[in-house]
């Protein structure tokens, strides 16, 4: 249930930043809606499996280069940190078109589950509470 409800979100956010781009508050929230939701569900863990698994990859290369102290969880941590800048520097930019900031919602959530730390820590509480708040809103919305 939950990756139908992020799919409908995030096409809602893409329909919505095109349609109504005035509005910019409505795609954003649709689409932060949508990655929770989209965290959630069985689909972002096994998105989340394969990140993890490409950032032990990088993590290698770095500590084969580099000597060691790179871990898959730092990786994705730092990829979590560029998204949030990528959604907050698009917003700053021009807050009519939200584009980058959508798709940066489908990564960037999935990426903060497994970095662990503080960045993880808030999105799993943030992850939780929107993921049924989104699942409740959409099943309000269309019944079911």
């Given at each position: 249930?939950?990756?139908?409800t992020?799919?409908?979100?995030f096409w ?6 095109k349609?109504w ?5 409505l795609?954003l929230?649709?689409?932060?809606l ?9 689909v972002?863990?096994?998105m989340?499996?394969?990140m993890?698994?490409l950032?032990?990859m990088?993590?290698?290369?770095l500590?084969?280069?580099?000597g ?7 990786i994705?941590?730092?990829f ?18 939200n ?6 919602f ?5 990426a ?6 503080i960045i993880?820590s808030?999105?799993a509480g943030?992850?939780?509470?929107g ?11 269309i019944?079911g």
């Amino acid at each position: 249930m939950y990756i139908i409800t992020a799919i409908g979100l995030f096409w809602a956010a893409w329909i919505t930043n095109k349609k109504w781009g005035k509005h910019w508050w409505l795609p954003l929230s649709l689409a932060a809606l949508g990655s929770l939701a989209q965290a959630a569900s069985a689909v972002g863990g096994w998105m989340g499996s394969m990140m993890m698994l490409l950032a032990s990859m990088v993590a290698g290369m770095l500590n084969s280069v580099f000597g060691g102290g790179v871990s898959a969880t730092m990786i994705l941590g730092v990829f979590a940190l560029i998204g949030t800048i990528v959604i907050v520097a698009d917003v700053m930019v021009d807050h009519t078109c939200n584009k980058y900031a959508i798709a940066s919602f489908v990564l960037t959530p999935v990426a903060a589950m497994y970095a662990g730390g503080i960045i993880g820590s808030l999105h799993a509480g943030l992850r939780d509470a929107g993921s049924g708040a989104a699942t409740g809103l959409v099943g309000a919305l269309i019944g079911g």
